[in-house]
């Protein structure tokens, strides 16, 4: 239910904003707490913003406008806190009117549908911040969906939030840096067209990971890495210690020529996957354990010793196995130069590809996305509560 507070405030009203979500990415143990305050500060934006639609149909004249139809005038707004199943929600900006004559209906509606409420504004969070689900959220709380007009202004704060978040600087030094992509479909005009979204996750001094930088593209290739990558060092990442990569072509030509003296790792995965389809169904499983026995040796000596005596055994069976394997054989075991506990985490690009398979079951709901900005948006959306742990770097 609605509190009323003491302090009334005639401060000009301003469009609603969603507050900017915590730049500290949470620990498992209060990721609950976490999501339930942004679905919390989500609810206030929207209850604000339908505040203000429902003072402007009362008025008939919106703010700064001139009406002869005019019904009043605006008289700033008084402060009140409302109580719900995600917790308490102070400070709400309620708008008055000089007579006093305008009464809200949101709070009576709000406690009606709360519930409704709540799980809509938990979909916006994991699913996206698309207009459509917005305006869903406002005419739930309205009863009747608010102006195109006060939509677009919430999504368009969304937007800043999301601009204002790839553009701001990162750190100088990088422990370990991942590089890797996902398609999605998205509708250019009336065709569905596959891009791919190139994305950088980083690792810090303290184990801390964090996603550096996200950019669409129509296909994966030098151009779009060397503008990723381009962008993390304008934005201040310059030293990075280890990369750790697939073997796209244009990915690898990418951070040869900004990062030509930062070591790299292939993905042991990708590689492992590549070499067994050279290799009959009925042999994978040994050859599996073959190729996987030489990356868990405890020293880069024994790691060597192993992938000679694969090379050599399978030279004539199975060249075009060996042949890919040698393609990269130089960046195979980069892993070694640091330090044991980091090896599993730094052989494959799993980190990136984690995050991937949660961003899509995440987002199964949408086949299509309607513009590359509202991939990039949703990705970021679920981004802010994907629970990122600490790796060994010492």
Not at 54 to 72: D, I, T, Y
Not at 136 to 141: D, I, S
Not at 305 to 327: G, H, I, M, W
Request: charged fraction near 25%.
């Amino acid at each position: 239910m609605p509190v009323h507070k003491k302090q009334d405030s005639t401060t000009t009203p301003t469009s609603a904003s969603i507050p900017s979500s915590s730049p500290e990415v949470p620990t498992p143990e209060n990721f609950y707490q976490y999501l339930r305050g942004e679905i919390r500060q989500a609810a206030q934006s929207v209850i604000e913003a339908v505040l203000q639609e429902e003072l402007k149909q009362f008025l008939g004249v919106g703010w700064g406008e001139s009406s002869p139809n005019r019904k009043g005038y605006r008289n700033g707004f008084s402060h009140r806190d409302l109580a719900t199943t995600v917790g308490r929600i102070e400070d709400l900006k309620v708008p008055r009117d000089r007579e006093g004559a305008f009464h809200t209906q949101a709070f009576e509606r709000y406690s009606r549908y709360e519930p409704q409420v709540a799980e809509g504004l938990t979909q916006m969070f994991v699913s996206g911040t698309s207009t459509h689900k917005v305006g869903e959220v406002a005419q739930t709380l309205m009863g009747v969906a608010p102006s195109a007009g006060a939509i677009s202004r919430l999504n368009q704060t969304l937007t800043e939030q999301f601009e204002a978040w790839r553009e701001r600087p990162l750190q100088e030094h990088w422990r370990v840096v991942y590089l890797d992509g996902i398609h999605f479909k998205i509708r250019h005009g009336e065709k569905c067209d596959t891009s791919i979204l190139l994305t950088a996750l980083g690792v810090d001094l303290e184990g801390k990971k964090e996603v550096l930088a996200l950019r669409a593209c129509a296909e994966e290739d030098k151009e779009g890495w060397l503008s990723l990558l381009q962008d993390m060092r304008t934005r201040g990442a310059i030293q990075v210690d280890l990369m750790v990569t697939d073997g796209h072509d244009g990915l690898l030509g990418a951070v040869g020529e900004l990062f030509s003296a930062t070591p790299r790792q292939r993905c042991l995965v990708h590689k492992q996957r590549n070499i067994l389809n050279a290799i009959p169904r009925r042999e994978r499983e040994e050859v599996q354990a073959e190729l996987t026995g030489i990356w868990k040796q405890e020293k880069k000596e024994e790691a060597l010793a192993n992938l000679q005596a694969f090379k050599a055994k399978y030279a004539q069976r199975y060249p075009e196995a060996v042949r890919s394997l040698a393609e990269d054989e130089d960046h195979l075991l980069t892993f070694y130069l640091f330090p044991s506990p980091m090896y599993r985490h730094i052989q494959t690009t799993n980190a990136i590809e984690g995050f991937f398979s949660n961003v899509r079951q995440r987002t199964d709901q949408i086949d299509t996305f309607t513009t590359e900005m509202s991939c990039l948006s949703i990705v970021w959306a679920v981004m802010q509560d994907i629970r990122f742990h600490k790796i060994a770097v010492s």
